[in-house]
């Protein structure tokens, strides 16, 4: 176990209940044996009161309002860390501390935080996050005070070549950060300007950017950010990819999708739960339920584990045809691997039985069911 160098920094930038963390911790003295380390997470911060919440005011002053924005208010938090901005990315860690409102204004929150990393490369080591939350901030710096490294490779995935600068990140930390706000002008002039001052901004980076170009629907400039990533020798990954399908998708253009899909493959990039989620997506809405049904099959016949959007996908679409005990097949084998169904699966549900009046018989699926 050996303690991390202190001095260290982290820029959070909160958008909408997903923070992304930026940690540069910088190179010790030449003597003292320590590297540069810069890594990048995302922690899901769910806040909005719901059973699923993963941060829950738990004390507050006895008959009045307890929230962020309330002196006294104190919060315990047990965050999903990812190593992508998609909840669905790989995790890495738990981010779990407790947060309390100590200015009487309610701007200011401390923030003591722990990121317990569960990952392979870093399991059981910690990174101490503490300071000062000015939340009406949207980028918010803190210093890690402190860490514990246990057999850490220290290797965590920056999926950008070594000696990336900090700045490049902290850049693209802000050009992520507007997408997610909706500010794709304000987003490609930070990503034009990184790149004119010979800023390096790494797959993430160029990820991003693809990603707020899709999110408009404006998939010329989209594919342009893909050329100009591979002339700078960097390789589309995973995320690039089912961002432009997905793109597609959204513009109803299954065609498109399906020739990057192919692409894809051709460059030997494979598909992952969220390529195919997207394609079989983009069939259901296209109508073409038997090719989704296709699509499906494969995806689990290639070991990949279809999640509660993949199921509720074919559930939903089959609930609209009327076609019930398709439907409940999906439902059932999603129950069967104990992938838990959310609202919108339960709502096809419910409704697709409520429009046909001759499904009683099948309901019976329903009341097996230990979530209804
Ligand atoms: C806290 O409560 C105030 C007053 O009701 C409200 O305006 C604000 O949005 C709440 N903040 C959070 C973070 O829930
Ligand atoms: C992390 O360590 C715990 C206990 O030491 C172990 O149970 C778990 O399988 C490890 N996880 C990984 C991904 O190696």
Not at 101 to 107: A, E, F, I, P, Y
Request: net charge neutral.
């Amino acid at each position: 176990m050996a303690a991390l160098p202190i001095n260290t920094k982290v820029v959070v930038l909160l958008v909408l209940g997903t923070s992304m963390v930026v940690f540069t911790i910088p190179a010790g003295k030449a003597d003292d044996g320590l590297k540069q380390t810069i890594m990048s997470v995302y922690l899901h911060d769910h806040s909005s009161g719901s059973p699923d919440s993963t941060v829950r005011a738990v004390v507050g002053f006895p008959g009045k309002l307890w929230n962020l924005t309330k002196f006294g208010t104190l919060f315990v938090s047990d965050d999903p860390v990812t190593e992508g901005p998609d909840p669905e990315s790989a995790p890495v860690g738990r981010g779990q501390g407790i947060f309390v409102t100590r200015s009487l204004d309610g701007v200011n929150t401390h923030v003591s935080l722990s990121i317990v990393f569960t990952n392979e490369a870093c399991n059981g080591s910690t990174i101490q996050v503490q300071g000062n939350s000015d939340q009406m901030k949207a980028v918010r710096e803190y210093g890690v005070v402190s860490g514990t490294v246990i057999d850490c490779t220290l290797d965590i995935r920056i999926p950008s070549r070594e000696n990336v600068p900090p700045d490049a990140f902290i850049y693209v930390t802000l050009v992520d950060g507007f997408i997610r706000d909706g500010d794709l002008h304000e987003a490609k002039e930070l990503f034009d300007i990184m790149i004119g001052e010979g800023m390096d901004p790494g797959v993430v980076g160029y990820n991003a950017m693809i990603k707020g170009f899709c999110k408009f629907r404006k998939m010329k400039e989209a594919l342009l950010c893909v050329t100009r990533m591979i002339k700078a020798h960097l390789t589309p990954d995973q995320f690039t990819y089912s961002t432009i399908i997905d793109g597609y998708i959204q513009q109803h253009d299954i065609g498109g999708a399906l020739r990057m899909f192919k692409h894809m493959v051709k460059r030997k990039c494979n598909p992952n739960v969220v390529t195919y989620t997207s394609l079989i997506n983009g069939f259901c809405r296209n109508g073409d339920l038997s090719t989704a049904e296709k699509a499906f099959k494969e995806m689990q016949s290639c070991g990949l584990e279809p999640n509660v959007v993949t199921y509720t996908i074919p559930t939903g679409s089959f609930c609209k045809k009327g076609k019930l005990a398709k439907a409940v097949f999906y439902f059932e084998s999603m129950l069967s691997i104990k992938c838990i169904p959310n609202e919108v699966t339960f709502n096809y549900i419910v409704n697709g039985f409520t429009n046909s009046p001759g499904a009683v018989l099948d309901n019976q699926c329903l009341e097996k069911s230990s979530f209804s």
